[in-house]
């Protein structure tokens, strides 16, 4: 167990040495100075942030157009169900007063037969 535990120190041990060797390399070869550096991050930022705000925009406009789109084929289907229901609403009516009929003219027959 021992051993183990001094694996894991000595590989974390090589890890961070690594780690401050790396850093310490990037701070000599650095291509810029670090004003130059946080200015050109600054830059990309406000950059990046118009070019967010330009999709944004053009999102707000294609999820506008999407929803006036949704609601007028609402209202279209709306219209034609409407326009179903009234003529379903006939055609009941119609079946209805044919029904009526033919059992008038069966009740005359069948008054005729008996009568």
Same mark, same amino acid.
């Given at each position: ?22 850093? %310490? ?8 100075? %670090? ?81």
């Amino acid at each position: 167990m021992d051993e183990r535990n001094d694996d894991v120190m000595t590989g974390a041990m090589l890890v961070l040495v690594g780690a401050i060797l790396g850093a %310490g390399a990037a701070l000599l070869f650095a291509p810029q100075s %670090g004003r130059k550096t946080r200015r050109d991050i600054s830059r990309y930022a406000r950059k990046t942030g118009k070019m967010v705000e330009g999709v944004a925009g053009e999102v707000v406009g294609s999820v506008a157009g999407m929803a006036d789109a949704v609601e007028e084929k609402a209202e279209e289907l709306l219209q034609k169900g409407v326009d179903l229901s009234k003529e379903s609403r006939e055609a009941v009516l119609a079946a209805l007063k044919e029904g009526q009929e033919r059992l008038g003219r069966q009740r005359d027959r069948l008054a005729k037969l008996l009568g």
